[in-house]
Each structure stands twice: as structure tokens, then as C-alpha cells.
Nanobody, 120 residues
Framework: VQLVESGGGLVQAGGCLRL?????????????MAWFRQGPGKAREFVAR????????GYRDSVKGRFTISRDDAKNTVYLQMNSLKPEDTAVYYC??????????????WGQGTQVTVSS
């Protein structure tokens, strides 16, 4: 499975962005998918996940109520809608597939990442 993220950029605090992760090589409908992020000098951390059923999602506490993960299996794409962005959300965001947990080692497939920078 190849994953390609897009939609990152520079935004002011309080703004919003929508990240996309386009998959190829295997139907997305067969995969649990997740978003992780890695800030400067920090370890990669779980952000959100969505099971292949599409009706079960999970989020890290700091993004609950602000971020929404969704999937469009017809387009083979997973999204991360990010609202009310904060400077501490600044990171490279990665799409991941083929796992179910909240640890990077749980996932088999990774995209190259997209930079999100939130200015104060």
C-alpha cells in the first residue's frame, strides 16, 4: 500500500486545515487507518484512527473535539479535519495503515508526511 499525504501548510492559531491521505495498491476499505504526528525534537505520537468499518474512531485527548478523522473508501482517501488549531499542533503529520493500536510500530504502511505549522 502506498500512502500520499497532502493539505499541510501554515495557518494562524484558531484556523483550520484538512489533511488528505490517498492510498493506492490496495483497497482502503480493507485497512484500519490512522494519523500520527511528530513535532520538532519529539517522538512520533498517535493523533486519530478509524477502523475499516468506518464507524469507530479514536483520538488523543488533546485533539478531541477539534480534529475529525473520516474516510471515503470510494476515493480511497482518509481525511483529518483540524479545527481550532494551536501552536502545539505544529508537526509533520503522517498517515498510517495496516494497524489498529496507538503506537507507530503497530502500523505497516506510512506516507511521507505533510508539514503543519501553526503560528501564534
Amino acid at each position: 500500500v502506498q500512502l500520499v499525504e497532502s493539505g499541510g501548510g501554515l495557518v494562524q492559531a484558531g484556523g483550520c486545515l484538512r489533511l488528505s491521505c490517498a492510498a493506492s495498491g490496495r483497497p482502503l476499505s480493507s485497512q484500519n487507518m490512522a494519523w500520527f504526528r511528530q513535532g520538532p525534537g519529539k517522538a512520533r505520537e498517535f493523533v486519530a484512527r478509524i477502523l475499516k468499518s468506518g464507524d469507530t474512531t479514536g483520538y488523543r485527548d488533546s485533539v478531541k473535539g477539534r480534529f475529525t478523522i473520516s474516510r471515503d473508501d470510494a476515493k480511497n482517501t482518509v481525511y483529518l479535519q483540524m479545527n481550532s488549531l494551536k501552536p502545539e499542533d505544529t508537526a509533520v503529520y503522517y498517515c498510517a495503515g495496516g494497524g489498529i493500536g496507538q503506537h507507530p510500530q503497530d502500523y505497516d504502511y506510512w506516507g511521507q508526511g505533510t508539514q503543519v505549522t501553526v503560528s501564534s
